[in-house]
């Protein structure tokens, strides 16, 4: 089946950067779209942005755009996140998400914990 | 970018209730919009995409109407295991979430 297992939580001090990883099983990587979605404390669902990991070209959240990279790496069906100049207000709760097909569903991952404090 | 708004941001409710909540979008967004479920700790869950179709596996006491920029999200007989906060999504440019309405127990 879909599988989307994320690296673990990361803990970092402002000003520091975080990559995060997705790693896929169970589809065609290149096939759908991958988003990267963030929920910080007493926020709501915040999209950052996404690849297509067909061709690497991706798209950001205005708010996030020159401080975010989204990548993947193709041979071992798997996106990366970077976040740099990180501030305590990136404190979240980090998803990656397969974009929807025309007869399959968003697929979630269980969340990476991310926080930033001194 | 789109913008998406959402009301009521909370709302209590009783068992067997029913409640309404309502997603207005900035642009046409024909009927591009989800409907999400999420509670702390776990994944969003997809309960209703393309504006009106119910996900595999979700109850019938779920629905969604509309189109263009002017979208209902409803259930019908509110359960205990509803309590959660209900996400509007549009994917018509990019994606795009409501803040959010909170669903509690009166």
């Known amino acids: 089946q879909v599988q989307l297992v994320q690296s673990g939580a990361e803990v970092k001090k402002p000003g520091a950067s975080v990559k995060l990883s997705c790693k896929t099983s169970?589809?065609?990587?290149?096939?759908?779209?991958m988003h990267w979605v963030r929920q910080a404390p007493g926020q709501g669902l915040e999209w950052v942005g996404r690849i297509d990991p067909k061709n690497g070209a991706t798209n950001y959240a205005q708010k996030f755009q020159g401080r975010v990279t989204v990548t993947r790496d193709t041979s071992s069906s798997t996106a990366y996140m970077e976040l740099i100049r990180l501030r305590s207000d990136d404190t979240a709760v980090y998803f990656c998400?397969?974009?929807?097909?025309?007869?399959?569903?968003?697929?979630w991952s269980q969340g990476t914990q991310v926080t930033v404090s001194s | 970018d789109i913008q998406m708004t959402q009301s009521p941001s909370s709302l209590s409710a009783s068992v067997g209730d029913r409640v309404t909540i309502t997603c207005q979008a900035s642009q046409d967004l024909k009927i591009y919009l989800n409907w999400y479920q999420y509670k702390p700790g776990k994944a969003p869950k997809l309960l209703i995409y393309d504006a009106s179709k119910l996900a595999i596996g979700v109850p019938s006491r779920f629905s969604g109407r509309g189109s263009g920029t002017d979208f209902t999200f409803t259930i019908s007989s509110l359960q205990p295991e509803d309590i959660a906060t209900y996400y509007c999504q549009q994917y018509n440019n990019l994606i795009t979430f409501g803040p959010g309405t909170k669903v509690d127990f009166k």
């Open positions: 998400m397969r974009g929807s097909g025309s007869d399959s569903s968003p697929v």
């Open positions: 169970g589809y065609t990587f290149t096939a759908y779209y």
